[in-house]
């Protein structure tokens, strides 16, 4: 357990309404992602942060923008939410073990656009 | 980004061994072979990764071709537990400094009793 959480865990939201979603990590971790699943496209990276105020884009960047203004939070947020991004979200951090980062994932934000 | 190729799916029988093969051809030295699993409803977890020797851990093991362009995840005794999808991919690791990590599809793994 990597100390991860996420919130909301389950959000229902109109399209054109923005959304943040939260990733809270209490280790002190430097490195943190935000990914999306879909059916029929697995995993996919939306942004990720390599420290405080340092983020870069991932694969399926286009309609997110993220902020990381303090170690232990990464905010995701969809400026006006579409249909597309209805998806589940997962938040991950990294951790270097044995001459390797190895990535802990939070349990999923279940977003809903209608 | 070093890609990876498995199988879409593979079938074990329940206490069986389970091999999933990856393909990892234009692997470069600094790639290190990590391998997830997700089981549903759940996010991925960590199980194993490793360089140029094979590794075990008390989850699975990790057979890396002596080319480094395939590596076998084994899991030595299936359970109904072990259903899942199970990725691979590559990672690298330059110092203190780490890489964005993009998963693929994976292998689904279905166990029959």
């Known amino acids: 357990d990597a100390g991860i959480t996420q919130s909301p865990r389950h959000k229902v939201t109109e399209t054109g309404t923005p959304v943040t979603l939260r990733c809270h990590q209490t280790e002190n971790h430097r490195y943190m992602y935000w990914y999306r699943q879909d059916p029929g496209h697995g995993l996919r990276l939306i942004h990720y942060?390599?420290?405080?105020?340092?983020?870069d884009k991932g694969e399926v960047s286009d309609g997110y923008s993220v902020s990381r203004s303090k170690t232990e939070d990464f905010l995701l947020t969809l400026e006006s939410a579409t249909s597309s991004q209805t998806s589940v979200y997962f938040c991950?951090?990294?951790?270097?073990?044995?001459?390797?980062?190895?990535?802990?994932f939070g349990p999923g934000t279940r977003l809903t656009v209608t | 980004d070093a890609k990876t190729t498995q199988p879409n799916s593979m079938e074990s029988n329940e206490e069986e061994p389970v091999h999933l093969p990856c393909n990892h051809s234009t692997i470069s030295g600094t790639d290190y072979i990590h391998w997830y699993r997700q089981l549903p409803s759940q996010g991925p977890e960590y199980v194993i990764h490793g360089l140029t020797s094979n590794v075990n851990n008390r989850m699975a093991s990790l057979a890396i071709a002596e080319d480094r362009k395939s590596s076998t995840l084994i899991l030595h005794r299936a359970t109904l537990r072990d259903a899942a999808v199970y990725y691979c991919?590559?990672?690298?690791?330059?110092?203190?400094?780490?890489?964005?990590?993009?998963f693929g599809p994976g292998t689904s793994l279905s166990v029959i009793p």
């Open positions: 942060s390599y420290g405080v105020k340092d983020t």
């Open positions: 991950a951090i990294s951790e270097l073990r044995g001459g390797s980062y190895e990535q802990y």
């Open positions: 991919i590559l990672t690298k690791t330059l110092g203190t400094s780490y890489d964005k990590v993009i």
